[in-house]
C-alpha cells in the first residue's frame, strides 16, 4: 500500500507540473538567474584571490580563513543579519549564496595552482617566462581539474540552497516548495524535482566546460584525482 501511494503522489506530482507549467517554468527562470548571479559574484572574488595566493606561495592562512568561516556560518543565519541592514528582496539571498560559494572556489583555486610540480615552474623561468606567462600557461592548465572542481561544487551548493530566497522574497522554486498549504504535497514535490535536475544540469554543464578547456593530456584524470572535498582541502591546507 506504501508503494502505490508513494506511486499515486509522484503522478499527482507530474500531473501539477503539466498543469502548472507557466508558473513552474517562470519559477525555474528566477532560480537559475539567482543562482547564476551567486556563483558568478563568487567566482570573480574568489577565482583571482585564490589563483594569486596559490602562485605567490604566500598567505595560506587567507584561504584557510575564508574556507572556515564559510563553512561554519549558515546560509539562513547569514540571511537573517542581512535583513537587519537590508530590505527583503534577492539582493539578500545572493549575498547569502555568495558567501556559500566562495569557500570551494577560493579553496580550489589556491591549492589546484600551489599544488604545480614546482620543477616544472621553474623550468619554465629557466626558459625566460615571466611569472604571467607562467600562471596562464603552465599553472592554470595544470591547476584546471581541482579549479573546475571547486566550481562545480559551489553550483550544486548554489542551485540546491537557492530554494531558501523564498524565506526573504527572492523568489524562484523555493516559493512553491515552502508554500505546501498553497500548491499541495504535489506541488511541493514537483518543484523539489525540478531542484534536483538543475542541480545535475548545472554540474554537468560546468564539466562540460571544463573538458572544453582542460588541456588533451589532462583530460583522462580520474574524477578521485580531480576532486577535492573542502574538508580535505582545509586539512591539507593546514600542514
Wanted: avoid cysteine; charged fraction near 15%; hydrophobic fraction near 60%.
Amino acid at each position: 500500500m506504501t508503494l502505490v501511494a508513494d506511486l499515486s503522489v509522484f503522478g499527482d506530482a507530474l500531473t501539477f507540473a503539466v498543469d502548472h507549467s507557466d508558473l513552474l517554468w517562470d519559477k525555474t527562470v528566477e532560480h537559475v538567474a539567482l543562482s547564476a548571479a551567486s556563483v558568478g559574484i563568487a567566482l570573480v572574488i574568489a577565482l583571482p584571490l585564490g589563483v594569486l595566493l596559490g602562485h605567490v606561495h604566500r598567505f595560506s592562512w587567507i584561504a584557510i580563513s575564508v574556507a572556515n568561516v564559510g563553512r561554519a556560518l549558515p546560509t539562513l543565519a547569514v540571511i537573517a543579519v542581512l535583513l537587519v541592514f537590508m530590505p527583503i528582496g534577492s539582493s539578500v539571498v545572493a549575498i547569502a549564496l555568495v558567501v556559500l560559494a566562495v569557500p570551494p572556489i577560493l579553496t580550489n583555486a589556491y591549492v589546484g595552482v600551489s599544488e604545480v610540480d614546482q620543477e616544472t615552474v621553474e623550468a619554465a623561468r629557466g626558459m625566460g617566462m615571466s611569472e604571467w606567462q607562467i600562471l596562464r600557461r603552465v599553472e592554470l592548465p595544470l591547476a584546471t581539474p581541482l579549479l573546475f572542481a571547486g566550481i562545480r561544487t559551489a553550483v550544486v551548493y548554489v542551485v540546491a540552497s537557492a530554494t531558501i530566497a523564498a524565506i526573504a522574497g527572492g523568489g524562484g522554486l523555493g516559493e512553491i516548495i515552502v508554500n505546501q498549504a498553497g500548491y499541495r504535497i504535489e506541488g511541493v514535490i514537483a518543484a523539489s524535482l525540478l531542484v534536483s535536475v538543475l542541480a545535475f544540469a548545472a554540474d554537468a554543464a560546468v564539466a562540460g566546460v571544463q573538458w572544453l578547456v582542460t588541456p588533451k593530456p589532462l583530460r583522462g584524470r580520474h574524477a578521485e584525482d580531480a576532486t577535492l572535498v573542502t574538508d580535505a582541502g582545509e586539512a591539507h591546507l593546514s600542514v
